[in-house]
C-alpha cells in the first residue's frame, strides 16, 4: 500500500537530489528516509530511484507517482481539514505563505481576527515571494498564498483567486532631493538617477515601466529587502519605486515618498486551491484577509 508519508519522502528526494539532502528538509534521519523509500518501492513493485553519482534520481516510474503525488497529498490536505472544520474548528489548521509587505501589514490583522473568532484553529506563517509562494500551494505546504501581479497571471486559472486590493507603487527619493517636496513625478525625469530595485519580480517590472518611458534604469543596487532599500535610498545612494505596502511597514526615515506618473500598481491577491477553498477555516482566513485589506 502507498502511504501519503512515504510520498511525502519521494517529492523531497525527487526535488533535493539525495537522501541526506531529503532528511535535512523533513527533519528525519537519512537511514529514516532510506527505508521509507525501500518500503515505497517495494508497494510499487518496481524500482522509483537510481543513483547516478552523487545524486539520486527518477525513475520513469518514479517521475509519474511524483507527478501524482502533488495532487494526492493537496487532496488529502483538504480532507484533513474539511474534517477538522466538521468537528467546528477545534483542530483546524491554516498555513500561510506571504511576501514580506503582506506579512506585516495585511497578516497580522487578520490573523488575529481569526484566533478570536477560532481559537482552536492554528494558523501559521512562512514568507516567499510570488512565483515560489505560488509553487508552494501547489506542492501542498500551504492552503493560502499572498501574492501580487502586474497584470493578469493566466498560469493562476487553475487558482481559486482572491483580490484584496490595488497597491499603488510610489517613488521614494532622498530628502533634499530635488523632487522631495515634488507631488507628483513623472517616472522619466528620474531617467539619469541611479536606482534601488526590490526583488526579481519587481526588478523585472520596474525596467519595463522605465522602458516604456524612453530608458533603462541604471540599478546601482538589488535587494528583497524592503528596509535596506529604505536605507540606501536615504543615505542618497538612489531612487526606488516601492508598493505603499512596503511603504507602510517600514519607517522610511530619510527620504520622501512621492507619486509617479504614469499611475503604476500591483493587484494583491489571496491563493488557493479550489478543493481548499471549500474548507471553512481556509474561507474563513480568506474573509478575515479581505476585511483587513479594508481597512
Known amino acids: 500500500m502507498i502511504e501519503a508519508r512515504h510520498l511525502r519522502v519521494l517529492r523531497a528526494v525527487a526535488s533535493t537530489g539525495s537522501f541526506s539532502a531529503a532528511a535535512r528538509e ?15 518501492e517495494g508497494a510499487a513493485g518496481t524500482p522509483l530511484l537510481v543513483r547516478a553519482g552523487r545524486e539520486m534520481r527518477l525513475t520513469e516510474a518514479g517521475e509519474a507517482l511524483v507527478r501524482h503525488a502533488t495532487g494526492i497529498l493537496a487532496g488529502l490536505a483538504a480532507a484533513e481539514e474539511e474534517v477538522a472544520a466538521l468537528a467546528g474548528l477545534r483542530a483546524g489548521r491554516v498555513r500561510l505563505v506571504s511576501f ?28 516567499a515571494e510570488p512565483p515560489r509562494s505560488v509553487e508552494m500551494l501547489r506542492a501542498g505546504d ?3 498564498a499572498l501574492a501580487f501581479r502586474y497584470e493578469v497571471a493566466p498560469e493562476w486559472e487553475d487558482l481559486v483567486v482572491r483580490p484584496l486590493l490595488t497597491d499603488r507603487l510610489v517613488g521614494l527619493v532622498p530628502e533634499g532631493h530635488p523632487f522631495a517636496d515634488a507631488e507628483e513625478v513623472g517616472i522619466g525625469t528620474l531617467a539619469e538617477e541611479p536606482w534601488i530595485a526590490g526583488c526579481p519580480r519587481c526588478r523585472r517590472h520596474l525596467v519595463q515601466v522605465c522602458e516604456a518611458a524612453g530608458f533603462t534604469p541604471r540599478i546601482d543596487f538589488a535587494t528583497d529587502d524592503y528596509p535596506a532599500v529604505v536605507g540606501l535610498v536615504g543615505a542618497g545612494l538612489g531612487v526606488a519605486v516601492l508598493p505603499e505596502l ?50
Do not use: N, Y
Open 26 to 40: 523533513l527533519g528525519c534521519t537519512q537511514p529514516a528516509v532510506s527505508q521509507q523509500m525501500k518500503a515505497l
Open 100 to 127: 514580506p509587505s503582506g506579512s506585516s501589514t495585511l497578516v497580522p490583522t487578520a490573523v488575529a481576527a481569526m484566533r478570536a473568532d477560532h481559537p482552536g484553529t492554528r494558523v501559521s506563517l512562512v514568507e
Open 142 to 144: 500551504c492552503e493560502i
Open 246 to 295: 512596503a511603504v507602510e511597514s517600514v519607517r522610511p526615515r530619510g527620504t520622501r515618498a512621492v507619486r509617479v506618473s504614469p499611475a503604476v500598481q500591483r493587484e494583491v491577491v489571496a491563493l488557493t486551491l479550489p478543493d481548499l477553498a471549500q474548507v471553512p477555516a481556509v474561507a474563513g482566513m480568506l474573509d478575515r484577509l479581505a476585511a483587513a485589506a479594508r481597512r
